[in-house]
C-alpha cells in the first residue's frame, strides 16, 4: 500500500496509515494548517435491517469538536470550527482518488461520524450530501449526532435521504450528563423523543450507537432501561466498546459484557448488531481521532 500524499485547493492528505483490519486512517491539512482525520474501512454489517457489504468513508464535520465527552480524544483539541462544504467535498474527493490508485473499490457509502458534532454544521453538511449525491455513486449517507436537538429537527424537515445515528451510551440522564456534557441542554428523553420523530417522518429506523464502558453503562439495568427508553419499532441498535485514547481514564466492558448486553436486548426484540471499531492500532477507531497541532 501507497501514501499517495495527494492535495487540491482545499486540503492535503499529508499522511495515510494503514490497518490490518483493512482500514486506511487519512490525516489531512487544511490551507489554515488545522488537521484533520478521516477513515476509509469495508463495512460489513446492518442497514435497515439489511446485511450489506460496503466501502465507507468516515468523514469529519469539524476540527475538532467542542462537545467535550468525556471519552472521546478528539473534543480535547483546542479551538474546533466547522469544515465548509468545499472541506467536505475535498476529504471525499482526495481519499476517493487515493483508494483508486491503492486498488480499493470505490466509495459507495459516506457516514458523517469522524470528528465533530454534524448538527452543528448542519448548513454545510446538508450541502455537501447534495454535492456528493449529484456527482459520486452513493448508496448510503449516514449522519451521527449525541442528539442537537434543533438540529435534528432542521435534518428531519429538510426531506433528505439521510440515516441518522443517535449516540446514547446511558439511557439515564444523571449519568449522560457525566460523559456528554450537553445532556444537560438536551436530556436523553427529549433526544429519543425527537429520534422517533425522525423515524416517522423518514419511514425509516434510527439507530441507537451504544459504546460499553466498563462500570459505568454496562449493567442488566442499563440494559432493561434503554430497552424502556427505546423501542424495537422505531430503533435498531448498534454496541461497541469503549477504544482506548490517551487521555482517557475510563475502561472497556468485557467481551461477555458485551455478548450479555446484546442477549438482553435481543430478547426485548431489538435488532442487535455488534460493530466494534475498525483500526484501532492506528488509532482511527471511535472516540480515537485526533491530530496534535501546534
Avoid: W
Avoid at 429520534?195 to 459504546?211: F, G, L, P, T
Wanted: proline content about 5%.
Amino acid at each position: 500500500m501507497t501514501e499517495f500524499l495527494l492535495k487540491n485547493s482545499h486540503l492535503e492528505i499529508s499522511k495515510a496509515l494503514f490497518s490490518n483490519d483493512g482500514s486506511i486512517k487519512y490525516l489531512l491539512n487544511t490551507n489554515d494548517q488545522r488537521g484533520v482525520e478521516a477513515i476509509y474501512f469495508p463495512f460489513e454489517g446492518y442497514f435497515d435491517g439489511n446485511r450489506i457489504f460496503a466501502s465507507v468513508v468516515c468523514l469529519s464535520s469539524q476540527v475538532g469538536c467542542p462537545i467535550g465527552c468525556t471519552f472521546c480524544e478528539t473534543g480535547r483539541m483546542k479551538n474546533p470550527r466547522n469544515l465548509s462544504e468545499e472541506e467536505l467535498l475535498s476529504q471525499l474527493d482526495l481519499i476517493s482518488l487515493n483508494l483508486k490508485l491503492n486498488n480499493k473499490p470505490p466509495v459507495d457509502s459516506i457516514a458523517i461520524m469522524g470528528m465533530g458534532e454534524p448538527l452543528l454544521n448542519l448548513d454545510n453538511v446538508l450541502k455537501f450530501h447534495d454535492s456528493a449525491s449529484n456527482i459520486a455513486n452513493i448508496k448510503r449517507f449516514s449522519v451521527s449526532t449525541v442528539g442537537i436537538i434543533p438540529g435534528m429537527k432542521r435534518l428531519k424537515e429538510s426531506g433528505r435521504d439521510i440515516k441518522l445515528y443517535i449516540s446514547v451510551h446511558t439511557p439515564f440522564n444523571d449519568e449522560r450528563e457525566k460523559i456528554i456534557p450537553v445532556s444537560r441542554r438536551y436530556p436523553v428523553q427529549d433526544v429519543i423523543n425527537e429520534a422517533k420523530s425522525y423515524s416517522d417522518i423518514r419511514n425509516q429506523k434510527v439507530v441507537a450507537n451504544y459504546v460499553l464502558i466498563s462500570g459505568i453503562n454496562d449493567s442488566k439495568k442499563h440494559s432493561e432501561k434503554l430497552s424502556e427508553l427505546l423501542d424495537p419499532y422505531h430503533f435498531d441498535i448498534t454496541l461497541n466498546l469503549l477504544n482506548p485514547t490517551p487521555g482517557g481514564k475510563l475502561n472497556p466492558s468485557s467481551f461477555e459484557s458485551l455478548a450479555r448486553f446484546k442477549q438482553n436486548l435481543e430478547a426485548r426484540g431489538f435488532l442487535t448488531d455488534i460493530q466494534l471499531s475498525k483500526g484501532i492500532d492506528i488509532s482511527g477507531g471511535c472516540g480515537q481521532l485526533a491530530t496534535n497541532e501546534a
